[in-house]
């Protein structure tokens, strides 16, 4: 069954250091989500990307993140300068369209930073 | 406001019982979605069944079904013939088809099945 891969699965870095997570969706999916779940907390969202731009975001999503589909198959999300609070596990996740009944996600990758 | 509230932090049920999660919704948007995920302990999101605001029937998936009262706003998650394997995280979520594609969750509930 296609899934949705995430890389790493679990990445630790030092405070202010750049980060980049990287996510495959499912091949003939359209749009790439990205999620955030501080440990023991309810998953936020993060941001939506659909034909090569971000069509939507949250609050969350400042200035200090930013995501992009460098070829035809990965998706990233970069942080830079992390902070602790950007600790948390960071879900991608893709849908055929934007009004799709099933939204899979990934295994998610877990961010600690110290 | 809380867009989707999962009032119940715990819940425990017995094999083979039934479990209902339970979840309400707040939203004036007249087309939206409902969503339930499963989280194990290993943090992997799954997805188990999706109900339309616009479905006539009560979506169904297997063991799952959601109980979906949209005078009430509530889409209770009925887990039957509950397995060990069922202990997890449960996580309602909504979509707001104006408000894009972003979904919303809610806290979650854990689920323990004993033996």
Known sequence: EPEVTQTPSHQVTQMGQE????????????YFYWYRQILGQKVEFLVSFYNNEISEKSEIFDDQFSVERPD???????IRSTKLEDSAMYFCASSVSGGSRELFFGEGSRLTVL | AQKITQTQPGMFVQEKEAVTLDCTYDTSDPSYGLFWYKQPSSGEMIFLIYQGSYDQQNATEGRYSLNFQK???SANLVI??????DSAMYFCAMRENQAGTALIFGKGTTLSVSS
Not at chain 2, 80 to 85: E, K, M
Request: charged share 15%.
């Open chain 2, 71 to 73: 005078a009430r706003k």
């Open chain 2, 80 to 85: 039957s013939a509950s397995q060990l394997g």
């Open chain 1, 72 to 78: 035809g198959s990965n998706f990233t999300l970069k």
């Open chain 1, 19 to 30: 980060v980049i997570l990287r996510c495959v969706p499912i091949s003939n999916h359209l």
